[in-house]
């Protein structure tokens, strides 16, 4: 079982940056890929970036690519995002998930959610 707990969520102007944090409970987390995820009002939760469990792989989608940067700190239990340039249309919960096989850009990827933290990007 891996309990997270996503943090650095808030309220920015665009063209600011914020950077997410999400600590996961447990030993094994440098066996688990990474993922973040983000669900705007009315809108379906969707994928923001994977990172492998070593960390060598990482995939963004395309909206974020070049603003968002994912890593991973396996001694600290930690996977970060990086978010530059941020955008109104970034307003979103954002949630990290872990998954004890691949990862994906699925939800169903993935074995175990954090709570959500807000980020709200004003115009």
């Known amino acids: 079982q891996v309990q997270l707990v996503e943090s650095g969520g808030g309220l920015v102007q665009a063209g600011g940056s914020l950077r997410l944090s999400c600590t996961a409970s447990?030993?094994?987390?440098?066996?688990?890929?990474m993922g973040w995820f983000r669900q705007a009002p009315g809108k379906e939760r969707g994928f923001v970036a994977y990172?492998?469990?070593?960390?060598?792989?990482?995939r963004y989608t395309d909206s974020v690519k070049g603003r968002f940067t994912i890593s991973r700190d396996n001694a600290m239990n930690t996977v970060y995002l990086q978010m530059n340039s941020l955008k109104p249309e970034d307003t979103a919960v954002y949630y990290c998930?872990?998954?004890?096989?691949?990862?994906?850009?699925?939800?169903?990827?993935?074995?175990?959610w954090g709570q959500g933290t807000q980020v709200t990007v004003s115009s």
């Open positions: 998930a872990a998954a004890r096989v691949i990862g994906g850009t699925e939800e169903y990827d993935y074995d175990y």
């Open positions: 447990g030993r094994t987390f440098s066996s688990y890929a």
């Open positions: 990172i492998s469990f070593g960390g060598r792989s990482t």
